[in-house]
């Protein structure tokens, strides 16, 4: 049973904005596969959902030049067919395809995935590897731009001020060298959250000496971080299982997880994360076999 | 948001007061008097609920009921087309894969909407599209059986009966 | 249509069900779906203590909420129920128990307004420790949840011991195990944890209460039982039976989850407040884990002495169940696992005890298996130990030790060749698995399989009675009316068919009501334990004998001959002597009229009973005939483990069972893969985790996960059934829909030790934990390990 609440289904983002700011009780509403849950458990009372699936242009998926927009009400199943995100953005796809489930997906938004702002978050944890940066747009004034990194502040906080909304997402320097892929482990095979993930993003991934390793992980840590040294023992430099094995130690050093997690233990996420990276790596065609 | 919900339901239109809150699931099952779409954990965890919204398999205990106007809906009591099953329908029956029935409308209508998009899945597709899709009952082999079963005779009855309008395509 | 008797009659047949088409267009209908004119809706209020002392409640504030008209506590509603102990508040009064025990019910016409009531409610409780598990409950400064144990009424075949939180326990002996032991070559002590576990039923509890006067209750409900219900509530309220009219439409699910009584006894408290009103109560999903009942709960500590050979010369098992806060629901399932501790082994000295605990946490009842599972999960790892220890192949290790026509079993019965091939079913699993290639080509995933045997046998009343009403309607077709209730696993079609066959008729003749209605239905004790085919079926036979002699009858009348001299075959009687005076069914269906138009007789109808043979409650030694039947059985499990992430992939899983008779081959394989499914979640994935406080942490379907459609893909599995004719059973049948839960789990487990050299004692086998015992285990260790009790493949025996 939901409390009471008032309806409004705007038709452009400024006024999306502006009944955001209108009252604190006001809420958006993208795939309502988090907003509802959190009503019914009487969690959320809303004075005011702003269903935001009125305004056109914030769903779909464009590219121009090396940029690739995802518009905020890009829904997970979009996301899963999209041609324009095959081959190098694939890890966005893998991550598309362990969401939720069918229904899910076709309800529920990557805007929305990222505002939500779960430690887990399935687009969460490859965009950070990917650079992303997160497109926001208030009532008055330009939308402005900023990082993933800093759009995500906190388990279920993130730096959208009052009024505003995540109108994109944009992800720089996709040619045709980008390799990526996503990986998680998690209860079932079925519909589940993940209990672990990881992201890999190679950009320059044909050249070894000028390969760039990007690395984010899922359920770590409070928001996915960006294990720089991990990724800095992984580019740059040919891959051999050693140097793998050493950017798996220093992968989950420093890392501590939650010991209050339902889904893993700590000591499951750190052993599990350097035989995920090491595997997707492999996958990836970036390490050298020498024979074995 | 004005007085009144106008949506189409099984092809039928109906009109629902606007301003109290509630789910579609809700909406269907206690004002359109449609108890045939389930609630089976209310937080979108089971599929008991499935409808689909404009051809789409959603969970309707996780929309609105105001999301719905001028919206199309299909629930299970608008499958079997006066009084005749539908092929799936039909191949839940034969295959054993109804045993208490309480999740067989949302895997049924998972089904229609994944055959609507895609008429012939494999069997990988199959599962993806119903692994949110709780059974405790089944052990899932039988509604597998069914929806390949279904696939092949929706296939057939296509390939002969052009235009015809019984089987809800 | 002429049938013969058998072979070729609707028994055996895969019929399709009766309600498949109802249930596929949504057309069924469940207690939710049902709603009656002024309705008012429950909210429960529940305590978020696990135990404490109920100082205060007031209900003012939440009275004032606008839309709600009562608030129902303990204090207008002081019952206490219970038919072994009679010690479950329905209400809390003094104190709560668990948390989440229902303190207060809120009645209002519009839900959302029942909960915001519910929200306003305010209590003052004083906290108490809590005993939260059995090793706490059983410490001897245990806080006692029930302090009044010695003054409760419970029936003289249940032991308990008051000033403790034990109030229960089955023990057996035979000889002198510990003597026995002594002298063992191999001897080994183990511990094994079955945690709580939850139905999830995709139908949530339901119930609708309807006074229509203060001696006039009408309930709907999604209940297995309804006499039960009828008569725990006509004794609640201390009224006649027939002053209470319980009403069960389907049930989206049971498992032994809506048997005895769950919310019904709350929600026909609440309704009296507000006589005139029905109320309606569905438990929402989070509800499900803390509002009714819970099931498992046991660490069983078994201790056992071997010869060389791995013959049993003694064993001692003990077994303590969390059976939660209120006793009565659990303590069945406790007398159950006690009497099969053992397993299906013949252990010439033994010493069992098998103890009911009260904890501070929502309360276990019967679910699938019904104690069978958790003592099979402990005897069957402790073989597995026992197997290692001495460098035998586990499944020789089961051959030696298996029950044979002659051993006497724990509860002092003899088994006999009647009741079933225990020694074929494990061979049939053998040869099953051995189809399956051991070797994988990854170094990083390894495999391995393991059977185990089971044995099971329902565990109920000595007296648990059954009954069939079959009336003949006025076209020849049969109305077959009784209170087995239909909950998924093909009631009303199986029992139409055994109608069917014993009319000589085919099926579609014969229609199962759909529903039950303690007003009309002839009484049954409880659809539980498997048991409805088999009991329910018994009676049918009865009154399918007796509806054809009150036939002969009219159409002697008709025909004018004596009722002797009358033949029948389903379709047309006759003279004997002059078979070419012949009528159809239908003319003498409901009277004999004759072609001058004068009448005689009456309507066809007839009453059938059943009552299991010979039952007797145990002795102090555990001894009796405990067990009415058993069914034997085998299952087995080809996993692959991955190393490097812990994960357990299912290759193939197998069931062979001596079914007696097999009534229909496709619902039999429903109820067999699904039970294997259930076992595949709690081997693999649930448990129920519980907080400091006592709280379930996890009361979702998002962190309580059972098995998904992904879950099976390339999995294969087996279902063999074996039919040596049970002399009980209708046409042979025996009981079969639990026993698919009973040793699954194991098999699992021990697939996975002969996999990776890791012992894992505890349920469920998650990654996560299967992980950590790889790390835990020196590589070496691991192979030594494998290399000592596999074979390679499970070899079928004479091979």
């Known amino acids: 049973m939901f409390e009471p609440y008032r309806y409004a289904r705007p038709r452009d983002p400024r006024e999306a904005a502006a009944l955001l700011a209108s009252e604190p009780g006001a809420k958006a509403l993208a795939g309502g596969t988090d907003l509802l849950v959190e009503m019914r458990a009487r969690n959320l009372r809303p004075s005011l959902v702003v269903d935001l699936k009125g305004i056109a242009g914030l769903r779909g998926i464009s590219r121009a030049g090396g940029r690739v927009r995802i518009g905020a009400l890009t829904t997970v199943s979009d996301v899963l067919s999209s041609p324009r995100l095959a081959g190098g953005l694939a890890a966005l796809r893998d991550a598309a395809a362990v969401f939720g489930c069918h229904e899910i997906r076709n309800r529920a938004t990557v805007g929305g995935n990222l505002a939500n702002a779960s430690p887990g978050a399935e687009f969460s944890v490859p965009l950070m590897a990917f650079d992303a940066e997160v497109v926001v747009q208030g009532s008055e004034g330009p939308a402005r731009s900023l990082p993933l990194g800093s759009f995500l502040l906190g388990p279920g906080r993130t730096a959208l001020g009052p009024g505003e909304l995540v109108t994109a997402v944009e992800i720089p320097g996709v040619d045709q060298d980008l390799r990526s892929a996503y990986r998680r482990r998690a209860r079932t095979r079925g519909m589940d959250l993940a209990s672990v993930s990881l992201a890999v993003v190679a950009r320059r991934a044909g050249d070894p000496a000028r390969r760039q390793v990007a690395l984010s992980m899922g359920a770590v840590a409070g928001v996915p971080p960006r294990p720089a040294a991990a990724e800095a023992e992984l580019s740059g430099a040919t891959l051999t299982r050693e140097r793998v094995a050493r950017a798996g130690e220093l992968l989950v050093a420093g890392l501590a997880p939650r010991a209050t997690s339902l889904r893993a233990t700590p000591g499951y996420k750190l052993a599990v994360l350097p035989v995920l990276l090491e595997r997707i790596l492999c996958d990836l065609g970036l390490v050298e076999e020498d024979g074995s | 948001m004005r007085g009144a919900i106008q949506v189409q339901i099984n092809g039928r239109a109906y009109s629902f007061d606007a301003n109290r809150p509630r789910s579609l699931l809700a909406l269907l099952r206690d004002e359109a008097g449609l108890t045939g779409t389930k609630e089976g954990c209310g937080n979108g965890e089971c599929g008991a609920c499935t409808v689909l919204v404009d051809g789409l398999a959603v969970r309707s205990c996780l929309v609105l009921a105001q999301e719905v106007d001028g919206c199309a809906v299909e629930t299970i009591e608008g499958l079997a087309a006066g009084g005749q099953l539908h092929p799936i329908q039909q191949a839940f029956v034969e295959t054993a894969a109804v045993q208490c029935g309480y999740c067989a409308p949302g895997f049924i209508m998972a089904v229609h909407g994944l055959l609507g998009c895609n008429p012939r899945p494999s069997a990988d597709e199959v599962r993806q599209a119903l692994g949110g899709h709780l059974c405790r009952c089944t052990g899932y082999e039988a509604i597998e059986r069914a929806v390949r079963l279904a696939v092949e005779r929706l296939g057939a009855a296509k390939a002969t009966v052009l235009g015809s309008t019984d089987h809800g395509l | ?799």
């Not at chain 3, 072979?7 to 596929?24: C, I, M």
């Not at chain 3, 100082?55 to 072994?84: H, K, M, N, Y």
């Not at chain 3, 036939?551 to 004018?560: I, Q």
């Not at chain 3, 405990?626 to 299912?650: K, N, S, Y």
């Open chain 3, 1 to 799: 249509m002429k049938q013969p008797s058998t072979g070729n009659g609707p028994v055996g047949r895969s019929t399709l069900r009766v309600d498949a088409a109802e249930k596929a267009t949504g057309q069924a209908r469940f207690v939710a779906d049902l709603s009656l004119p002024g309705q008012l809706h429950a909210f429960v209020f529940r305590s978020p203590h696990a135990h404490a002392r109920i100082r205060a409640i007031d209900t003012r504030a939440a009275l004032a909420v606008e839309g709600v008209w009562e608030v129902v506590t303990g204090a207008e509603a002081p019952f206490v129920i219970g038919e072994c102990i009679r010690d479950h508040s329905v209400l809390a009064r003094h104190k709560v128990r668990f948390v989440g025990e229902p303190v207060a019910v809120v009645l209002a016409r519009d839900p959302g307004a029942a909960a915001r009531g519910a929200e306003a409610v305010q209590v003052e409780y004083e906290e108490l420790p809590a005993a939260l598990d059995v090793s706490h409950a059983l410490a001897a400064d245990a806080p006692l949840v029930h302090e009044d144990l010695g003054s409760y009424r419970i029936l003289p075949t249940f032991h308990p011991e008051p000033g403790s939180n034990v109030y229960h326990s089955y023990r057996a002996e035979r000889g002198d195990p510990d003597a026995s032991i002594a002298g063992a070559a191999v001897v080994h002590e183990g511990t094994y944890v079955y945690p709580h576990l939850a139905h999830v039923q995709l139908e949530p509890h339901g119930a609708i209460a309807w006074w229509r006067g203060p001696a006039d209750l009408t309930l709907w409900c999604s209940a297995q039982s309804p006499h039960t219900v009828r008569k725990v509530l006509a004794e609640m309220f201390e009224l006649p039976l027939t002053a209470v009219q319980v009403i069960v439409p389907y049930i989206g699910g049971g498992f032994g989850g809506k048997s005895d009584t769950t919310i019904e006894p709350l929600v026909a408290a609440a309704a009296r407040r507000v006589i005139g009103h029905p109320v309606k109560l569905v438990l929402s999903r989070e509800e499900m884990f803390f509002g009714t009942l819970l099931g498992r709960g046991a660490e069983v500590r078994i201790r056992s002495g071997h010869d060389s050979d791995g013959r049993f010369l003694g064993a001692v098992a003990e077994l303590a169940f969390a059976c939660g806060a209120y006793g009565e629901y659990g303590i069945n399932v406790v007398e159950g696992a006690g009497h099969v501790a053992l397993g299906p082994y013949n252990v010439p000295a033994f010493r069992v005890a098998s103890k009911a605990v009260y904890t501070n946490t929502p309360f276990i009842g019967a679910f699938r298996g019904y104690g069978h599972p958790e003592a099979h999960w402990a005897m069957e790892r402790h073989l597995d130990h026992v197997a290692e220890r001495l460098g035998l192949d586990p499944t020789e290790l089961r051959r030696r030790n298996l029950l044979r026509p002659g051993d006497r079993h724990v509860t002092g019965q003899e088994v006999e060749t009647s009741h079933g091939d225990l020694r074929g079913c494990l061979e049939a699993a053998a040869a099953s698995l051995a189809t399956v290639d051991l070797a994988s080509p990854d170094p990083e995933r390894v495999r391995g399989v393991a059977l185990c045997p089971l044995m099971k046998a329902p565990v109920m009343a000595t007296n648990a009675s059954s009954s069939a009403f079959l009336k003949l309607n006025g076209d020849g077709s049969v109305d077959l009316v009784v209170s087995g209730t239909e909950m998924g696993q093909g009631s009303r079609t199986a029992l139409a068919q055994i109608a069917a066959e014993a009319l000589e008729v085919a099926v579609e003749r014969v229609s199962t009501s759909r529903l039950v209605d303690t007003a009309v239905s002839p009484y049954e004790w409880q659809s539980v334990g498997s048991t409805t085919t088999w009991k329910v079926g018994q009676a049918i036979r009865q009154a399918a004998a007796e509806l054809i002699v009150r036939l002969k009858a009219n159409a002697g009348l008709r025909l004018g001959v004596p009722p002797e001299q009358v033949g029948y075959d389903g379709d047309e009687l006759w003279d004997c002597q002059s078979p070419a005076r012949r009528v159809r069914v239908a003319e003498v269906a409901l009277n004999a009229l004759h072609p001058d138009g004068h009448a005689e007789g009456g309507p066809v109808a007839a009453f059938g009973v059943f009552t299991p043979s010979g039952l007797t409650w145990p002795d102090a030694q555990g001894r009796g005939r405990l067990a009415a039947e058993w069914t034997f059985g085998c299952q087995g499990a080809v996993v692959e483990v991955d190393r490097g992430t812990g994960e357990i992939r299912v290759l193939k899983l197998v069931t062979a069972m001596d079914v007696g008779r097999v009534v229909n081959p496709a619902l039999a394989r429903g109820q067999v893969a699904g039970a294997m499914v259930q076992s595949l979640g709690a081997a693999l994935m649930e448990q129920v985790v519980y907080g400091g406080d006592g709280a379930i942490r996890n009361p979702s379907l998002t962190d309580y996960k059972i098995p998904t459609a992904e879950d099976l893909a390339g999995v294969e599995l087996e279902v063999i059934f074996l039919e040596t004719p049970f002399d009980e059973g209708p046409f042979g049948a025996r009981c079969l829909a639990e026993h698919g839960a009973v040793a699954l789990a194991p098999a699992v487990a021990n697939a996975v030790r002969q996999a990776t050299g890791c012992h894992l004692d505890r349920m469920p086998l998650t990654a996560d934990t299967v992980l950590a015992a790889l790390l835990a285990l020196d590589r070496a260790e691991q192979e030594r390990s494998r290399a000592a009790t596999r074979q390679g493949r499970l070899e079928p025996a004479g091979v």
